[in-house]
């Protein structure tokens, strides 16, 4: 009797020492991303399986871009965010200005057929302080219900046609993406579009045609709103993220179409901020996150590119629908057709001078 008690207590004792210990092994992230059906996307393909496999746990915050707060964090010495998911000039401008980690390419997995990382992620989306996660497009859309199908915008020259479509525009509260737009709208090809904005005259004829609708322009900062503009009426057209007005489409079943020509496609990747006190618990979460499985998981829940060749392939239905997710992503061959892949260099260089002047134009 006493030594099956004795028995019993080491047990339990173990138990205890044991949870302990896996309690004190368990750490804790502060991932930053977009919010909405992104970080939602994000949450079911990452985050979740993420902690059932490790125990750790994740805090999730939502910001609207730009490098502003982790700058702000890493020069007050005080960094708050461990993992941050942004775009790519925006992650080519903060490492060179020394405020990400370095991140070693070769630590990252294999893919699940067996390619080595270096090969098996798309061109250009490995850097020296950022690795991909998604590839997604700045597109325009409108309601069918208020435009109708048949007779509905098919170019972006038509988003700027307040004569032949009437009501309120939606634009990001950004230059990006608003300067590609208004150029191709004025009849400059995809491809001669950087080109263009290089120079003086370039930037003066983008602001100048978006000039044309500024009066009609309800401006819109984060992904969520764009969706909810067109569901509310305040808008009847407006530019936003692809996979947003996809969510809307396919899980809120609203009446929205996209128009795919002139898209502006663009990389997410993830980063980490310089002086993460969870540096290397932020670097597992990456390494896991951009795994061949998670990649293509997150693909059922929104409509935006995985960054990783061997997720192509396991890519298939909506999460609870069906329907097929490949023609949704902006890399469909029928979806590129006329199309600008967005210059992070272009903009890692311009952003403050042409923010700083659209921010004048703006308050003109």
């Known amino acids: 009797m006493k030594l099956s008690k004795l028995l019993l207590s080491t047990v339990v004792a173990s138990g205890l020492m044991a949870a302990t210990s896996l309690a004190n092994a368990a750490g804790e992230i502060t991932v930053v991303s977009w919010g909405g059906a992104y970080t939602k996307s994000q949450v079911e393909a990452y985050h979740k399986p993420w902690m059932a496999e490790t125990g750790n746990k994740i805090k999730s915050e939502d910001y609207n871009g730009g490098t502003a707060e982790i700058k702000a964090q890493v020069e007050a010495g005080n960094v708050s965010w461990d993992i941050v998911d942004v775009e790519l000039s925006d992650a080519i401008r903060a490492c060179d200005e020394g405020l990400l980690e ?47 199908q048949e007779n509905g915008p098919k170019t972006v020259a038509d988003f700027f046609d307040l004569e032949k479509f009437p009501g309120k525009r939606g634009l990001r509260k950004n230059p990006k993406a608003n300067l590609e737009f208004a150029l191709m709208a004025d009849g400059v090809a995809a491809k001669d579009v950087y080109g263009i904005l290089e120079t003086e005259e370039g930037v003066d004829r983008a602001f100048e045609k978006l000039d ?106 909506y999460h609870n629908k069906d329907i097929d997710m490949g023609p949704q992503m902006p890399t469909a061959p029928d979806n590129l057709t006329n199309s600008v892949q967005n210059n992070f260099e272009f903009w890692a260089d311009n952003q403050d001078q042409l923010s700083e002047r659209f921010n004048a134009w703006l308050a003109g």
């Open 102 to 148: 370095t991140i070693d390419a070769t630590e990252l997995p294999d893919g699940a057929d067996g390619t080595k990382a270096a090969d098996d992620f798309l061109e250009g989306t490995l850097h020296d302080c950022a690795v991909a996660n998604i590839v997604w497009s700045t597109i325009f859309a409108y309601d069918t219900t208020k435009i109708k």
């Open 212 to 317: 044309s609708i500024k009066d009609s322009v309800v401006w819109w900062e984060a992904g969520a709103q764009p969706p909810q503009l067109l569901a509310d009426g305040e808008v009847v057209m407006t530019t936003a993220y692809n996979g947003r007005i996809f969510n809307a489409v396919a899980g809120e079943d609203k009446p929205f179409e996209i128009v795919w020509d002139g898209q502006i496609w663009d990389l997410d990747l993830w980063v980490i901020p310089k002086g993460s006190e969870n540096k290397d618990l932020a670097m597992e979460f990456l390494k896991f996150s951009t795994g061949t499985k998670p990649l293509a998981a997150q693909a059922s829940y929104i409509s935006y590119g995985p960054a990783r060749k061997s997720s192509g392939p396991l890519v298939g239905k």
